[in-house]
């Protein structure tokens, strides 16, 4: 199975400043067709998870744009260019290209 | 209005079996894949299983493979986990979910909360 491995795990921040997050795969994420089906995934205390970013840098309806997705091949990186309250909560990543998909272990963004 | 319901969690023996299951309404069901994702308490998100649209293809993680099964009923509009030969680290809030990797459609349940425990 593919690993992601999410760096940091703990992510704490200050109201208005970036952030960003970074994942790694074991192995490539582009797929047979050409597209790289890796996503973000964001969790808030309590509630179901909900993606964020689809195809390294498509934000889902609705998601802010405050939220941007970067990367190729075996590294990403989720950036928050002003952090909210509402962003509080834990962010994985995930793969869609092999089977089974797979998510990060999670980073958990709170506020300083 | 998207909505998926999942039921059928509960408290169940090492070894036992439970089905869980998900309802759905707001979309047309047959047309997508399905998930199953569970999440450990404290822990973090671990994907089960999928769906084809008509049931033709299943995948499954390695920890349940021989144990699990995921099938649907597009009839019914609705999914299920069956799972057997429970074990302690099956203890999970199973969600349902319906999201294309091709992005633009993600939709979850609440979850429901499966024990195993003696």
């Known amino acids: 199975d593919v690993v992601m491995t999410q760096s940091p795990l703990s992510l704490p921040v200050t109201l208005g400043q970036p952030a960003s997050i970074s994942c790694r795969s074991s192995q490539s994420l582009v797929h047979s067709d050409g597209n790289t089906y890796f996503n973000w995934f964001q969790q808030r205390p309590g509630q179901s998870p909900r993606r964020l970013i689809y195809?390294?840098?498509n934000r889902e309806s609705g998601v802010p744009d405050r939220f941007s997705g970067s990367g190729s091949g075996t590294d990403f990186t989720l950036k928050i260019s002003r952090v909210e309250a509402e962003d509080v909560g834990v962010y994985y990543c995930?793969?869609?290209?092999?089977?089974?998909?797979?998510f990060g272990q999670g980073t958990k963004v709170d506020i300083k | 209005e998207v909505q998926l319901v999942e039921s059928g969690g509960g408290l169940v023996q090492p070894g036992g079996s439970l089905r869980v299951s998900c309802a759905v309404s707001?979309?047309?069901?047959?047309?997508?894949?399905m998930s199953w994702v569970r999440q450990a308490p404290g822990k973090g998100l671990e994907w089960v299983a999928n769906i084809k649209e008509d049931g033709s293809e299943k995948y499954y993680v390695d920890s349940v493979k021989g144990r699990f099964t995921i099938s649907r009923d597009n009839a019914k509009n609705s999914l299920y986990l069956q799972m057997n030969t429970l074990r302690a680290e099956d203890t999970a809030v199973y969600y349902c979910?319906?999201?294309?990797?091709?992005?633009?459609?993600?939709?979850w349940g609440q979850g429901t909360l499966v024990t195993v425990s003696s």
């Open positions: 979910a319906s999201t294309t990797r091709g992005g633009g459609w993600d939709h």
């Open positions: 995930m793969q869609g290209t092999h089977w089974p998909w797979t």
């Open positions: 707001g979309f047309t069901f047959s047309r997508f894949w």
């Open positions: 195809k390294v840098s």
